[in-house]
């Protein structure tokens, strides 16, 4: 019996497989894969990746709200864009690499300004939560994909923003959109299962393909507009041909829904990741579709090659773009750094019960007092702490404008009664630690090794005696209700819903 799932494959069901492998993830359960190198910066899960035409620069999209632009030779970060409320889950360079665009489950997506790093314009209208984009050849069209079951085609050039976009229209959630070239075609995939050609400038469905046994979380189309590849949740990259509307080769070897699919601008290789935490290089220049076994460490969310084939980077729950160089044939080559995932906890206090708890946290909140970019505030200092004080840190009018104390009170409410009784109007999501026990971990936990505020602005952390305890205390815990306590925002995959 098939059983076709809602959204992109189940919410709970990949949410939960996501969780479990990232979690287990940093505790050695997962290869932790060889790198050239990582381009480590976000606060929390990498949703998204692009690389510029001519490969010098990569954009990536964080579960932190934030986009990062960096150089790819030097492996620095150039710049970071700051302006989305939620997750941003695609980014798209426009040709000349000067511009680009970012989309979010805050349902927008923003045109950037490269140079100077700033915001030019926002495009509004879709109804739920943004996750893909592309940008046509020539720079006049942008595709944005929704799970309002639309596309929205906006001309890029176009001097009023009251220009309506072309609406293109699934029957389920669309997770990704590509141009077709020149040829004036774009082609999206929904969780569906289908695979749909339209006509750019006038929204007329030319062709559309039952494409996979589950819905389509990915597709990636070559230089000559053609040849494609798509994944699924139902563990198979496909390769296609687009003109004839037929299927190459169905490609398997993943354990888990496939997420991520990327093909190079030659049409030579394909790769696709998944929730199994495996990254696969394959040869479609081969009638064996032979694939190469690269190890990543977490989901795999997002791949792009660059323009020359000799590097992949991949982007995941481990809170990096990993930087893969590769031979003419795909292969790998040697020599790297390995990392360590997010979430995972210091060695000083990973032997207190509650930093399994703080495990989830540790997501979006940090520990320490060195402004490390997360989703939500450090949480350094936070006993004694009034919510919406942490300097450096974007907080919500809701908490900015708050009176509430951290203290073990409090939080034990923010988790017992959820952020949305406690916190309203936070960038929170709804979180709650149902169990008394659980809650009591997580706060003696947060004792120890987040500490207390001084009463003077400056964050102190109490020591710990031979016993372990702490001293006395002094306030409370919290965690200014901003960022999550739970699986990623972005918590299901590729083939359904991400909440």
């Not at 709200?65 to 997750?87: K, P, T």
């Not at 991520?260 to 081969?286: E, F, M, N």
């Amino acid at each position: 019996m098939t059983v076709r799932l809602p959204g992109r494959f189940s919410v709970f069901v990949v949410a939960t497989l996501a969780f479990i492998q990232l979690m287990f993830g940093v505790q050695g359960l997962l290869s932790p894969g060889t790198a050239q190198a990582d381009l480590a910066g976000h606060g929390g899960p990498v949703n998204g990746l692009t690389i510029s035409s001519d490969g010098k620069a990569v954009l990536t999209a964080g579960f932190d709200y934030s986009v990062i632009l960096w150089d790819l030779e030097s492996e620095e970060e150039r710049h970071r864009l700051e302006g989305h409320d939620a997750a941003v889950n695609a980014v798209a360079f426009l040709p000349d690499g000067s511009k680009a665009l970012s989309a979010s489950d805050d349902q927008v997506v923003i045109l950037w300004d490269l140079t100077a790093g700033t915001e030019l314009r926002r495009y509004t209208g879709h109804q739920g939560k943004v996750v893909d984009l592309a940008v046509s050849a020539d720079g006049r069209f942008a595709a944005s994909a929704s799970w309002d079951l639309t596309v929205r085609i906006w001309d890029l050039q176009a001097e009023s923003d009251a220009s309506e976009p072309v609406l293109l229209q699934h029957r389920a959630p669309v997770n990704a959109v590509a141009f077709l070239a020149d040829k004036g075609l774009v082609v999206t995939g929904a969780a569906d299962s289908t695979i749909r050609i339209w006509e750019a400038e006038t929204g007329k469905l030319t062709q559309q393909m039952s494409a996979h046994d589950f819905g389509v979380s990915a597709i990636s189309v070559a230089a000559d507009g053609r040849h494609a590849v798509s994944s699924s949740a139902d563990e198979t990259l496909r390769y296609w041909d687009l003109e004839t509307g037929d299927e190459i080769a169905v490609l398997r070897g993943h354990q888990g829904a496939v997420l991520a699919a990327a093909i190079s601008q030659d049409g030579r290789l394909a790769a696709s990741g998944g929730t199994d935490g495996k990254l696969r290089i394959w040869r479609l220049d081969s009638e064996f579709y032979s694939p190469q076994d690269v190890s990543h460490k977490g989901v795999v969310w997002s791949l792009a090659f660059t323009p020359e084939a000799d590097v992949l980077i991949s982007a995941g729950a481990d809170a990096l773009a990993r930087v893969w160089r590769l031979d003419e044939n795909g292969n790998q080559r040697t020599d790297g750094v390995q990392t360590t995932a997010a979430g995972a906890v210091a060695p000083d206090y990973a032997d207190i019960p509650g930093a399994w708890q703080f495990r989830k946290c540790a997501i979006c909140h940090s520990l320490t007092d060195d402004d490390e970019h997360k989703a939500g505030p450090s949480l350094h200092g936070v006993f004694g702490r009034r919510v919406g004080t942490l300097e450096g840190y974007s907080y919500s009018p809701a908490l900015r404008d708050g009176d509430l104390i951290w203290d073990e009170e409090s939080i034990d409410a923010l988790f017992r009664l959820g952020p949305d009784v406690v916190t309203p109007g936070s960038k929170m999501p709804i979180q709650r630690i149902p169990k008394d026990e659980d809650r009591a971990e997580l706060i003696e936990f947060l004792k120890r090794a987040a500490g207390y505020h001084n009463g003077t602005g400056a964050p102190t952390a109490p020591a710990r005696d031979a016993s372990g305890s702490t001293p006395g205390e002094t306030g409370g815990v919290g965690s200014d209700g901003e960022g999550s306590d739970g699986a990623p925002k972005r918590d299901a995959d590729k083939t359904g819903a991400r909440d």
